[in-house]
């Protein structure tokens, strides 16, 4: 097993460094670059002004050059600084990441603990009319866009009944504790959660069917189990391991997945620092930002390896012999 | 059942956590002494000098004064000066510099109650001490052209008074508007430290709420990066008391949020220099506009179509008159900005007192396009589009920034408008950053490109009109003539206009300028932008601009009615 996550972890290293070579090749292809957008914001500025600032930020040179200065201090341990913020990218990332980080963790967890049940109820009576009201309300989950539907929330919640902030993360002048936050969590952890939460209750409803259907549940009833343990126990174990794959690899998408609510509420998070920077050409904060997403992705990976161990004894990950 | 309990005990505790959060909507609401303004977008430093952005120009509008600027009547004014430099009254001086150039000296004298928020007063040292950052290379100064070409000395006269010394003579040397003074007492020992990492290290972004660096009305108080700025009355501002205990500028990047904020009372007021569009207020006043006071303010935003000169079809003067007697620009601004935003006849907006109305206009007449396209030779009309004798069809590419609706839809009323008169326009936009970064900076663009230009009232538009602006390989692509235009009159008259002083003298320069530009149409005018004002009734004393310089800068004049 550490032999195992050893190699896992090498093969991540390796990937992060060709990720970081295409990804700063990206945006570095792409046209423009800050000073354009200076010009475009500063009537005052001069091309003088543009081509020594250019030279400032070493955008004069090749762009594997500069790929190479930003690793090498990369490895030094100095990331560089947010030409969007002005400040040095762990200090505008690190919240950032905590807070997105706080907004899916909470939404997730919800939807997993309304979508498993659910499926698992839905897959008990399959065809019924519960299960298709439960398909019904799936479909109508995973169709609604999630703008719209903050966008609901805001006018509804925040509008018409006044009961919850219209957006932002805490008071203005507060602490941001915990406490303070949790009105303005209420509306974009409604929003993901009602979002995601139709996707993993069909995953969990097809996978359960699937599993009542095999022989070792007939096997089980037949030994006079209780049907709630032949559901809970053994069909339910089982039908999690590809559901453990689907929520593991969508760890990656996580940022991607919160950009359109966090701007809808004004949550600070990774998704919309990201896009950002990489419109506002913020190359150390994109590129930080979009290596986390792919480290994040990894570790989905290699969690729902593991994950199936946890689930089924029968997979290993020593090596054998034939 | 179970299940079917503990659905209905989420559902519960949801409803409950609603209902136990009650109230918060209206404790949200702003008290009369506190203001919430909405912004789209967040500052990325709070330097005055490094990275020009609306964003951080409207708040440092409130904790800052420029020596000079022009107020909401396009009139420069002193606002940290005492009194503007003047010829007659000898504080400016026209001088030879020692290699014989023609030059001039103007003095400046600081208000005498100016002090910097922690009490120290702000002199001539504080000026000294901006120049000398400014005009360093490695600082990060972003209009450096102003601190090492344009002037090449300051001299303090005595604490409080000091004399800017011109590189050469130019009617503007009573405009200090972007010489913006830093506290040296706090941020020399950050500069000298390392001056090339300067613009990492002030204080302006690493200790944002120093009382120390501001001097307006208010001061920067908290800053919640990407959220909002809170701004609270500096004891030290020598002007007259403002009116708010509490300004907020918050960031609400989506604009269908940011009315849901109005509308919930979480903002107070969107500030046109930082917030809607106008098709959006239209769209706003239309339905909520009782409940606020929406100010419609045109500016200095000139929408424009740029042609490339060197397209054989636009080389024809003929043509471009054509393509301008084409468009309904009246209707256009009816129709598609409820007449708010003004038809621009050329690059001078009316408001300019150097406006003149002494040159050609074209009116709507289609009659009148279709004879000149056929006397430009575009006679042979196939499937309803012009061709020449030589078989050529009149067709053009039409660019613009992807993704902005106004622009799009307005490009859609073109395409149609032309087409009537048998020319055919094919669209092609391209995202801002391609279209400025590459597009037309680079002079890619084949025929034509709708954008706009952001100036200063009487700004002489050298770097878009004169010939030694046309962006080339040999000069690095520097310059903003990206049409191509080459007329020696205006190049003699931009000359001519830098050291032209007098309103008497320089009016007639200004008059031809207009008619040249009407004549020969290097691009078609379309409107002056406007910016909109969400206000709500109770907020009193703000007057919009309408050019760079924003509404903050008498920001103590607003008041709770």
């Known amino acids: ?34 000073i354009d957008l200076m010009i475009n914001a500063d009537p005052n500025l001069t091309a003088a002004d543009a081509a020594r600032l250019r030279e400032l930020y070493g955008l004069d040179q090749p762009i594997w050059e500069r790929y190479l200065n930003w690793l090498s201090a990369a490895l030094q341990g100095d990331l560089g600084y947010s030409r969007l913020f002005s400040r040095p990218v762990p200090e505008v990332l690190a919240p950032r990441l905590a807070n997105t980080l706080l907004l899916l963790g909470i939404s997730f967890a919800l939807s997993l603990a309304i979508a498993i049940p659910l499926g698992v109820f839905a897959a008990r009576r399959p065809y019924g009319a519960a299960d298709t009201a439960i398909n019904l309300a799936c479909f109508a989950g995973i169709s609604v866009p999630p703008f719209w539907l903050a966008l609901l929330f805001i006018i509804l919640f925040a509008v018409v009944l006044g009961v919850l902030p219209a957006g932002g993360m ?111 050409n913020d190359y150390n904060i994109a590129l930080v930002g979009l290596l986390l997403a792919t480290l994040m992705t990894l570790a989905g990976n290699l969690l729902a390896d593991l994950g199936y161990a946890a689930l089924d004894p029968r997979i290993t990950f020593t090596e054998t012999r034939t | 059942m179970a299940i079917n309990r503990t659905l209905l005990g989420c559902a519960g505790a949801a409803l409950a956590l609603s209902v136990g959060l009650g109230g918060f909507g209206s404790a949200a609401l702003a008290a009369k002494d506190e203001l919430v303004i909405g912004a789209v977008q967040f500052p990325g430093t709070f330097h005055p000098s490094i990275d020009a952005m609306a964003t951080k120009s409207y708040i440092l509008g409130t904790a800052r004064r420029p020596f000079t600027t022009f107020d909401q009547d396009w009139k420069l004014i002193c606002l940290l000066c005492t009194e503007l430099p003047s010829l007659e009254k000898g504080t400016a001086v026209e001088v030879t510099r020692p290699d014989g150039t023609r030059a001039i000296d103007a003095t400046f004298t600081i208000q005498p109650g100016a002090t910097w928020g922690d009490g120290k007063p702000l002199t001539t040292r504080d000026v000294l001490f901006t120049w000398e950052v400014g005009r360093h290379p490695l600082s990060g100064v972003t209009n450096a052209q102003l601190f090492s070409k344009d002037i090449v000395g300051i001299t303090a006269v005595d604490d409080k008074t000091f004399t800017v010394h011109w590189d050469k003579y130019r009617c503007s040397y009573d405009s200090i508007n972007d010489l913006l003074v830093l506290p040296e007492h706090l941020e020399r020992p950050v500069f000298e430290a390392d001056p090339a990492q300067y613009r990492n290290r002030t204080l302006y972004d690493t200790d944002r709420t120093n009382p120390g660096l501001y001097f307006g009305p208010y001061r920067i108080s908290r800053v919640e990066s990407g959220a909002y700025v809170v701004l609270e009355p500096n004891p030290t501002w020598w002007g007259d008391k403002p009116g708010f205990k509490r300004i907020v500028v918050r960031t609400i990047e989506n604009t269908s949020a940011m009315e849901a904020n109005l509308l919930s009372g979480e903002v107070d007021y969107v500030a046109g220099e930082v917030g809607l569009s106008i098709e959006q207020a239209l769209a706003f006043e239309k339905r909520h506009g009782q ?28 043509v471009r008159r054509a393509l301008l007697s084409a468009i309904d620009r009246d209707a256009i601004s009816r129709q598609l900005f409820g007449g708010k935003q003004p038809v621009a006849h050329t690059g001078v907006n009316p408001l300019d007192r150097f406006y003149s109305e002494d040159f050609t206009r074209y009116p709507f007449d289609p009659a009148a396009a279709v004879k000149l396209l056929e006397e430009a030779g575009w006679t042979e009309l196939r499937g309803g589009i012009r061709h020449d004798a030589a078989g050529r069809r009149l067709s053009l590419e039409f660019q613009s920034t992807a993704g902005n609706r106004t622009r799009e839809l307005v490009q859609q009323v073109l395409q149609e408008q032309w087409r009537k008169v048998g020319v055919e326009v094919r669209i092609n936009n391209q995202p801002a950053r391609v279209l400025f970064g590459e597009t037309m900076r680079e002079r890619k663009f084949p025929a034509m490109a709708m954008f706009a230009w952001l100036s200063a009232p009487e700004n002489i538009p050298r770097t878009i009109l004169h010939s030694t602006m046309i962006p080339t390989p040999e000069n690095g692509f520097s310059g903003q003539n990206y049409v191509g235009f080459r007329d020696a009159e205006t190049d003699r008259i931009i000359d001519d206009l830098e050291v032209t002083c007098g309103e008497a003298e320089a009016r007639p320069l200004w008059t031809r300028l207009q008619q040249i530009y009407a004549e020969q149409l290097p691009a078609l005018p379309l409107y002056f932008r406007s910016d909109s004002y969400i206000m709500p009734p109770w907020l009193d004393g703000v007057r919009p601009t309408g050019h760079q310089y924003p509404s903050t800068l008498w920001i103590e004049q607003w008041r709770s009615k």
Not at chain 1, 228 to 238: E, G, I, P, Q
Not at chain 1, 242 to 264: D, H, Q, R
């Open chain 2, 291 to 318: 409940r606020f006071k929406v100010v419609y303010q045109p500016g200095l935003f000139f929408e424009h179509i740029d042609l490339n000169l060197d397209n054989g079809i636009l080389a024809d003067v003929r």
């Open chain 1, 170 to 280: 805490a008071p203005v002048g507060g602490t941001g504790g915990l406490w303070e936050r949790l009105p303005y969590l209420v509306m974009p952890v409604a929003t993901l959660t009602l979002v995601s939460v139709g996707g993993y209750t069909r995953f969990v409803r097809a996978a359960v069917i699937e599993q009542l259907r095999q022989d070792y549940i007939r096997t089980a009833r037949a030994k006079g189990v209780p049907e709630r343990s032949v559901v809970w126990r053994h069909a339910l174990r089982n039908a999690m391991i590809p559901v453990v794959t689907i929520v593991a690899l969508g760890f990656g998408t996580l940022f991607s997945g919160a950009l359109v609510t966090e701007t809808m509420f004004a949550y600070l998070g990774m998704g919309k620092l990201i896009y950002d920077s990489i419109l506002g």
């Open chain 1, 1 to 34: 097993m550490l032999r195992f996550v050893s190699v896992r972890l090498f093969e991540a290293l390796v990937v992060l460094l060709i990720m970081s070579f295409l990804i700063y090749g990206l945006i570095g292809l792409m046209p423009g670059d800050p």
